[in-house]
């Protein structure tokens, strides 16, 4: 693909405009580091744009507060106080959605998962966000805790033109199957296979 041209056009009657401008189901998975670091960038730039972002953390404590949370709020506060950019919602499963104040706990992991499905499936059915960030969701789905077949009826149906990213590895063939971008991120080397722990700056 030189220069963003693709390296062939369908035949479906669209106009260059109207295909550009389609919305997109994409998934970043793989064994390799950055999955949700590029989703995180990809949130950043949609804002820039002055789209409404939403990101949803579906597997990560509510206790853990990551770099990327603390830039992309203070980018919608700063939205909320000048308009520039677009507004941005961060939630995390159990105690971290914003939705559901009660403490969470192991056992109720899967049972927070199912709830956040649902509040991010009403959401799509209002149109509420222009990019949905699906922060490591193909665990929930691997694990059985969201139904696939729901998972990805829902998304191929989504109505209006709303983006969604879901990263996390094994990524379901169906999920695969239905998105529109996929990219894999493959591990060749990582300082933790030598014992060396995540360090602030480069792992949060």
């Known amino acids: 693909m030189p220069k963003g041209v693709p390296e062939s056009v369908p035949d479906d009657g669209l106009t260059t405009a109207q295909r550009r401008n389609q919305p997109l189901l994409m998934v970043n998975t793989g064994d390799g580091k950055g999955k949700s670091t590029a989703a995180f960038g990809l949130a950043i730039r949609s804002w820039n744009q002055g789209w409404n972002v939403g990101v949803f953390q579906f597997v990560k404590s509510a206790k853990w507060r990551i770099g990327e949370q603390?830039?992309?709020?203070?980018?919608?506060?700063?939205?909320?106080e000048t308009g520039e950019g677009g507004p941005v919602e961060w939630h995390k499963m159990g105690a971290g959605w914003s939705w559901k104040r009660k403490e969470g706990s192991v056992e109720d992991h899967a049972r927070d998962a199912a709830d956040g499905w649902a509040e991010v499936k009403r959401r799509i059915a209002e149109e509420r966000h222009d990019l949905y960030v699906l922060d490591e969701f193909t665990y929930p789905m691997?694990?059985?805790?969201?139904?696939?077949?729901?998972?990805?009826?829902?998304?191929?149906n989504r109505p209006g033109r709303q983006f969604v990213m879901i990263t996390g590895r094994r990524a379901h063939p169906q999920l695969v199957e239905a998105a529109d971008m996929v990219t894999e991120m493959t591990k060749v080397k990582h300082q933790m296979d030598r014992g060396q722990k995540g360090q602030r700056g480069i792992e949060w």
């Not at 603390?70 to 909320?80: A, K, N």
């Not at 691997?142 to 191929?156: I, K, N, P, Y």
């Open 142 to 156: 691997e694990w059985g805790w969201v139904d696939v077949d729901d998972v990805v009826e829902t998304l191929a």
């Open 70 to 80: 603390t830039v992309l709020e203070r980018l919608g506060q700063l939205h909320e």
